[in-house]
């Protein structure tokens, strides 16, 4: 069992930034691909990022070239830095972890949910 804890949302105008942070309980942390998704009101949850136990990243084409995720393994810890962000950016903003090394991008692969923090880009 994981436990996913998210941070570092908030308010902020557009193209400024924010850091999520998402700590992970466990010892097996390396070895899990981990992502960050989103959801709007009123939409799906979508796919935004993910690293694998490589250190290899994917990101969904609207955030790419603004957002960066990495990780600390050491830290049990995931990271998603946002730049250049825009009100279209504005949902919850979920880690995951996937066990299996599926893909990277489908919500239904990932085993271990956070509860989500809020991000708000005002225009």
């Known amino acids: 069992q994981v436990q996913l804890v998210e941070s570092g949302g908030g308010l902020v105008q557009a193209g400024g930034s924010l850091r999520l942070s998402c700590a992970a309980s466990g010892r097996t942390f390396s070895a899990y691909v981990m992502g960050w998704f989103r959801q709007a009101p009123g939409k799906e949850r979508e796919f935004a990022a993910a690293?694998?136990?490589?250190?290899?990243?994917y990101y969904t084409p609207s955030v790419k070239g603004r957002f960066t995720i990495s990780r600390d393994n050491a830290k049990n810890t995931v990271y998603l830095q946002m730049n250049g962000l825009k009100p279209e950016d504005t949902a919850v903003y979920y880690c995951?972890?996937?066990?299996?090394?599926?893909?990277?991008?489908?919500?239904?692969?990932?085993?271990?949910w956070g509860q989500g923090t809020q991000v708000t880009v005002s225009s």
């Open positions: 690293i694998d136990w490589n250190g290899d990243t």
């Open positions: 995951a972890a996937d066990k299996h090394g599926r893909t990277w991008y489908s919500v239904n692969d990932y085993d271990y």
